[in-house]
C-alpha cells in the first residue's frame, strides 16, 4: 500500500514537472504575463515583437520642431529620416522555472530602454532641402532708432540676423536632439546665426525717452473751425528734453495771423440805412504771451485738450457778422448814439463827440468795450474832470456824462466839442452804463 502511494506521487512530480518545462519550452522568448513596458501589456509577447512595436512607436511618435530666426516652424518626422529603435529588454527578468512560480499573476511595468537609429543618408537629404528653403545672404543688422515717423513718434527699427545657415552646425544640433529624443530646437538660440551688435530690447529705453515729450494733442476751437497741434509739428521743437521757446513763440504768432479778426475790414449796416466799411480794434485779438505761456505748460504736462485759445479781445462771433446785434453805434455826422439790444433799439440820445476844429474828432471805427466804472477822474494836458460815469473803448477815449453841458446834438462838435470822447447827458449817461458791458461792440462812423 505504501508502495503503491509513493509510485503514484513519484508519477505526479514526474508529470507537474514535464508540463512546466513543457510551458517553459513554449514560453521561450516571451515577456511573463502580467508584464508592461511604458503602460503598454507585453505579456507573452515575443521579444522580437516587442521591438517591432516600440520602434515602430517611437517612429510615429517622433516629431523634432525646428525653429528658425523669424520664430517660422518646421518638422522633421521619424519616418522621413528612416528612424528605428534598438529596444533593450536586458533589464525585464526572463523566463525560468523558479521566477515563473512566484510571478504567475502579478503586473510589472518598465521603463523602456535603448537608441534610436535614423538613416544618415535620408538626414543629409533632409538638411540639403531646409538649407535650400532657408538660407540666404542677409547679413546681420543691428536695431536702430529711426527719425521721427508721423503719427508714430520715434521707432525702433528691428534687429535682422545673418541668413547665412552653417550645414555642420545644422547637422550636429539635429543629431544631438535625435540622440537625446529631443523634439524641438531653436536656431535663434546659441550662435547658429550672426547675431547683430544691437537689439530691439537694448533700444526700448531710449525711444521711450524720447517719446515720452510728445503725448499732447491739442485742439484748438476758434468758434467751430478746429485746428489741432500735433506731435507731428512740435517734434521739432525739442532740444534735449526741452521745447525751444522760440519755436513756441513763432507757431502763436502763425497761430494768430490765422485767426484774428480785430482790426480787419467789416460791413455795417447803419440806423438810418447806409451800408459802411470800416476798421477797428474790436474782434478776436490772440493775446501771445498768455498763449505762449499756456501752450508751454500744455505741452509739458503731456495734456490731451480741446480749448479755446487766449485772448486779449473777443468778438461775439466769427465771419461776416461778428460783430452781432447787441451794440452801441456812435453817429458822428449826425451827433447821435443807438443802444441795440438783440436788434432793436433800446435807448438813443444827442451827443457831442470830439472837437474837430481842434483835431480832436472822436475816429470811426468799431472797438470793444475796454471796461466801466463809476467816479471817475479824466485827466489830459489842460484838463482834470471828474464823471459818475465813465466807459472807454478806444484808449482814452469813452462816453461819459457832461454834466457842465446843457445842449448836445448839432453841430456843437465842429468847435465846441470834446477832447475826443463821446459826452452824453447825465440821465443817458447813466442808462447806458447800466447796459453796457466788457468787450461789447462800439461803431463810430460819420
Known amino acids: 500500500m505504501k508502495k503503491a502511494f509513493l509510485c503514484s506521487l513519484g508519477i505526479s512530480i514526474l508529470s507537474l514537472l514535464c508540463i512546466v518545462l513543457i510551458g517553459l519550452s513554449l514560453m521561450s522568448g516571451r515577456f511573463f504575463p502580467g508584464t508592461y513596458i511604458e503602460n503598454v501589456d507585453v ?6 515583437e516587442a521591438q517591432e512595436l516600440f520602434s515602430k512607436k517611437r517612429q510615429d511618435a517622433y516629431r523634432l520642431v525646428i525653429i528658425d530666426k523669424h520664430g517660422d516652424q518646421e518638422e522633421l518626422y521619424g519616418k522621413d529620416i528612416g ?12 523566463l525560468d522555472s523558479f521566477y515563473l512560480l512566484f510571478s504567475l499573476g502579478q503586473k510589472k511595468n518598465y521603463d523602456l530602454e535603448g537608441k534610436l537609429h535614423y538613416d544618415e543618408a535620408a538626414l543629409e537629404e533632409f538638411i540639403s532641402r531646409y538649407t535650400e528653403s532657408h538660407d540666404s545672404n542677409e547679413e546681420a543688422r543691428a536695431a536702430f532708432l529711426t527719425d521721427y515717423v508721423p503719427g508714430e513718434g520715434y521707432v525702433i527699427g528691428d534687429e535682422q540676423w545673418g ?26 538660440e546659441g550662435d547658429f546665426y550672426q547675431k547683430p551688435e544691437a537689439k530691439t530690447e537694448e533700444l526700448k529705453p531710449l525711444a521711450e525717452e524720447k517719446n515720452k515729450n510728445l503725448q ?30 522760440k519755436a513756441v513763440k513763432e507757431y502763436v504768432k502763425e497761430l494768430k495771423a490765422l485767426t484774428d479778426t480785430a482790426g480787419k ?10 451800408v459802411l466799411l470800416l476798421k477797428g480794434k ?26 479755446e485759445a487766449e485772448y486779449d479781445t473777443v468778438a461775439s462771433g466769427r465771419g461776416a457778422g461778428d460783430v452781432g446785434n447787441t451794440y452801441v453805434e456812435v453817429d458822428i455826422g449826425r451827433q447821435k448814439i443807438f443802444y441795440v439790444e438783440n436788434g432793436e433799439i433800446k435807448l438813443s440820445s444827442d451827443c457831442v463827440t470830439g472837437n474837430v476844429a481842434r483835431n480832436n474828432a472822436t475816429p470811426d471805427g468799431i472797438y470793444p468795450l475796454t ?18 460815469f465813465w466807459m472807454p473803448f478806444n484808449r482814452g477815449i469813452g462816453f461819459h456824462d457832461a454834466w457842465w453841458r446843457n445842449k448836445f446834438g448839432g453841430n456843437i462838435y465842429l468847435r465846441g466839442g470834446s477832447h475826443g470822447c463821446v459826452n452824453l447827458p447825465p440821465r443817458i449817461a447813466q442808462d447806458l452804463y447800466q447796459f453796457v458791458y466788457q468787450g461789447m461792440p462800439i461803431i463810430c462812423h460819420h
Open 83 to 94: 528612424l528605428s529603435y534598438d529596444a533593450d529588454f536586458s533589464h525585464i527578468p526572463k
Open 163 to 188: 541668413g547665412k545657415i552653417d550645414k555642420d552646425k545644422l547637422r550636429s544640433l539635429l543629431v544631438q536632439a535625435i540622440s537625446e529624443g529631443n523634439f524641438q530646437i531653436d536656431l535663434r
Open 371 to 388: 471796461y466801466k466804472t463809476k467816479n471817475a477822474t479824466l485827466k489830459g494836458e489842460d484838463y482834470e474832470t471828474k464823471v459818475k
Open 265 to 274: 475790414d467789416r460791413a455795417f449796416h447803419t440806423e438810418d440805412g447806409r
Open 282 to 307: 474790436y474782434g478776436f485779438s490772440l493775446s501771445t504771451k498768455k498763449e505762449e505761456a499756456t501752450l508751454l505748460s500744455n505741452l509739458k504736462s503731456n495734456e490731451k485738450l480741446s480749448r
Open 43 to 48: 505579456s507573452l509577447l515575443k521579444r522580437e
Open 216 to 245: 499732447a494733442m491739442l485742439s484748438y476751437n476758434f468758434s467751430g473751425e478746429i485746428v489741432n497741434l500735433t506731435p507731428d509739428r512740435y517734434h521739432l521743437w525739442l532740444e534735449n528734453g526741452e521745447f525751444n521757446k
